[in-house]
């Protein structure tokens, strides 16, 4: 019994020494001038704290015996162990304060918003084009708002594109120039709008549109809403 605990503080001693070295042990413990454990997955060092997989094995976070999230392997993404059974904060403490998204937001259920609910704003300046026409414009990009300032004196007719645009994508357009905007049915676009008719829109007018594919999978702008202020 004496020599096993004996081997035991040998073991122990090594071990520490190697960690204050910060010495390499084959497929053990220390990498660089830190402690990372490779199958056990803990790596701490100077330059801060890392946790590491070896190979192909996935990073998993566990309590209570059971992985709650994981890290994938190939593409890095945070993903739940068990679908659509874990929060992240709860109502009204230990919430998460600002979230940064750079694309897109899915949300399979309710989407509950406490104070107000702000839309991008994307200003659309139209030049004057030299003739006696109105000046044409397409009006393409994903922006939920479009503040349009129509600088042709004799006024601007619209056009609204279709491409890259989801099925359910309400549109806002707000007439902020001096000059009217005008916006009518027209398929040249590779796209339709249906309105309730030719809108001649003044200073300050809005019109609404909605984008929506139908059956045989044709799409088009369909109007919600306008106003004439």
Same mark, same amino acid.
């Not at 006024?155 to 309400?170: D, F, H, I, M, W």
């Given at each position: 019994m004496t020599r096993r605990w004996a081997a035991v503080a040998l073991v122990f001693l090594l071990v520490t020494v190697a960690v204050a070295h910060a010495a390499r042990i084959t497929h053990g413990l220390i990498v660089a001038s830190?402690?990372?454990?490779?199958?056990?997955?803990?790596a701490l060092g100077s330059a801060g704290a890392r946790?590491?997989?070896d190979g192909s094995g996935t990073l998993g976070l566990e309590t209570n015996d059971t992985t709650r999230w994981q890290v994938a392997v190939t593409s890095g993404n945070l993903l739940a162990a068990t679908d659509n059974a874990i929060d992240v904060g709860a109502s009204g403490a230990t919430r998460p304060r600002d979230a940064y998204v750079a694309r897109n937001l899915h949300v399979a259920g309710y989407l509950h918003v406490q104070a107000a609910l702000t839309l991008g704003v994307h200003a659309v300046t139209i030049a004057a084009d030299g003739t006696t026409n109105a000046n044409a414009e397409i009006l393409a990009g994903l922006r939920p708002v479009? =503040?349009?300032y129509c600088n042709d004196g004799n006024?601007?007719?619209?056009?609204?594109?279709?491409?890259?645009?989801? $099925?359910?994508?309400?549109l806002r357009v707000v007439n902020?120039?001096?000059n009217s905007i005008l916006v009518g049915d027209h398929t040249t676009v590779g796209t339709r709008q249906?309105?309730?008719? =030719?809108?001649?829109?003044?200073?300050n007018a809005t019109l609404q549109l909605i984008l929506m594919r139908d059956q045989s999978? $044709?799409?088009g702008w369909y109007e919600l809403g306008r106003s004439v202020n």
């Open positions: 830190g402690l990372t454990v490779l199958n056990g997955i803990v946790v590491v997989t479009l =503040a349009i006024n601007c007719t619209l056009r609204v594109s279709e491409t890259g645009v989801e $099925s359910g994508t309400v902020m120039g001096a249906h309105l309730a008719g =030719a809108f001649t829109g003044t200073t999978g $044709s799409t």
